[in-house]
């Protein structure tokens, strides 16, 4: 993981910077050269137009007169030039051969006619070239037409040396380059600290993640609580994951240890009871007859519990469907009410309920809705105690409809309360079951778009509050009043 991540960032990070660093030295060392030798250049060109402007001055008799003074005075301007030391000047004829020198030489070896050439391709009659002498030096050459005639006179040339400029040059070259190479090593050491702090906690996690795939939910990472950036969060969030899979491998083992329990229960009460009815092998006997009674209640009971298991089964393979129609939420509270009535009875129960008179409809599914009071009202009996009373309650609300089924049984501990519906949760209080029923009953309700409340008081009873958003009932035709 070290090596993939610092090659990505080797690829990409780090490669854009040292192609944006290294444009950005060369820009700067182009534009750099560029600024000190079009100074020097403008320096040389300065010095033409203070000496041309002198030109003006001279006048003769005649043109040719004229053109003489002017020629003296280049001349002369050649002899006494005072900057000798910085500039060679010289006057060039028309085919750009040398006719004056500063030096009194002939300035062989320094002369080249490329800055003469570029002048007279110029629109403004100046030119300049930069290239290295014969003996290896580097000069600059900058030319300028005379604007005004001087007999053989015909262009003015300056000449001096760029040793300085380049000395100048390379010191500000070294100096950006020690700052580009500061730069770069800021930004390499910054980057792999970067990725340490990144790769590090990461490898750490790869290995914890390993662990938990391979079944070792007892592993942790280290993480602060304070949970500082991405890192940390995603370390809190993979803890917070094995502390889940921990828990509901926990819930699960529970689950398979309780479902275990309660189908050996009936399966060990109808081998019983066949081996006596095998033995008594009388069917008018009594306890023949509570044998058959038992044998079938306890095979009822199986029935349920596995049509339980293949519901929850479905709800967790995410194949839990609804089939939705309109309905008489009233009418399917009166049935369901019906078939916990006997059950009440025989547990000495008291059942309150009233129905009322005018329909409740909503969009549900039968079977479900049945499914879901089942559970209800056989919680409320299994919990409640002996002598006490359930009350069954329907009623509409502004948007929604209501079913409320109370108990005056054991009720819920608030520690397991806000567990109850999840999947595989078994509280402290409860009594046989699977574990399974509130959370297939609450994931029902959801599909119906309805919800599922529970209110307990411990010792005192447990309140199931369940809802369903009211429909619109069809009005009946004209035609179907007429016929009846």
């Keep these: 993981m070290k090596s993939g991540i610092t090659r990505r960032w080797l690829r990409g990070s780090l490669l854009i910077t040292v192609i944006a660093v290294a444009m950005a030295e060369t820009l700067f060392i182009y534009l750099y050269s560029q600024s000190y030798y079009g100074s020097v250049r403008q320096s040389m060109v300065t010095r033409f137009s203070s000496m041309t402007g002198q030109l003006q001055m001279y006048t003769g008799e005649t043109d040719e007169d004229t053109a003489a003074a002017r020629s003296r005075a280049l001349r002369h301007m050649v002899e006494q030039f005072g900057d000798k030391d910085k500039y060679e000047f010289m006057l060039l004829d028309g085919y750009g051969s040398v006719i004056a020198t500063s030096s009194g030489t002939s300035a062989s070896g320094i002369v080249s006619d490329k800055d003469f050439s570029a002048a007279r391709a110029s629109m403004t009659n100046i030119g300049s070239a930069s290239y290295t002498t014969a003996t290896g030096e580097r000069v600059m050459a900058v030319c300028m037409i005379v604007p005004y005639a001087a007999e053989d006179v015909t262009a003015l040339r300056l000449v001096t040396s760029l040793t300085l400029v380049d000395n100048q040059l390379k010191h500000v070259l070294v100096f950006s380059l020690v700052i580009v190479a500061a730069i770069l090593c800021f930004t390499i050491l910054s980057g792999l600290y970067f990725i340490r702090s990144i790769v590090n906690p990461l490898g750490a996690m790869e290995k914890t993640a390993a662990s938990i795939a391979e079944g070792d939910l007892a592993v942790r990472l280290p993480a602060k609580g304070d949970a500082r950036d991405e890192v940390d969060r995603l370390s809190v969030s993979i803890n917070r994951m094995a502390e889940g899979l921990a828990k509901t491998e926990q819930m699960k083992s529970e689950f398979i240890s309780s479902v275990s329990h309660e189908l050996r229960t009936p399966l060990t009460s109808i081998k019983g009871w066949v081996e006596t009815m095998e033995a008594i092998n009388d069917p ?40 939705m129609q309109l309905l008489d939420l009233v009418a399917e509270t009166t049935d369901a009410v019906l078939f916990l009535e006997p059950r009440c009875e025989q547990n000495a129960l008291t059942l309150d309920y009233n129905e009322p008179e005018a329909a409740i409809p909503v969009q549900a599914d039968p079977d479900r809705l049945r499914q879901v009071f089942v559970n209800i009202m056989d919680n409320a009996v299994k919990y409640s105690v002996l002598g006490g009373k359930i009350t069954v309650k329907v009623w509409a609300g502004e948007k929604k409809a209501f079913v409320e089924v109370m108990d005056q049984g054991r009720g819920i501990p608030p520690e397991d309360l806000e567990n109850v519906k999840a999947k595989f949760y078994k509280g402290r209080n409860s009594v046989r079951g699977s574990g399974i029923g509130l959370a297939l009953v609450d994931e029902i309700m959801n599909a119906m778009n309805g919800t599922l409340d529970l209110r307990s008081t411990l ?24 016929s009846k």
């Design 284 to 323: 008018t006997d009594e306890n023949y007859r509570k044998g058959l009674s038992i044998i079938g209640s306890e095979t009822d009971r199986l029935y349920n519990m596995v049509e339980e298991l293949l519901d929850f089964s479905r709800l967790q393979n995410g194949r839990l469907t609804v089939k």
């Design 459 to 482: 010792g005192k009873g447990t309140v199931v509050t369940l809802s369903l958003p009211l429909a619109v009932m069809p009005k009946p035709n004209a035609e179907s009043k007429e």
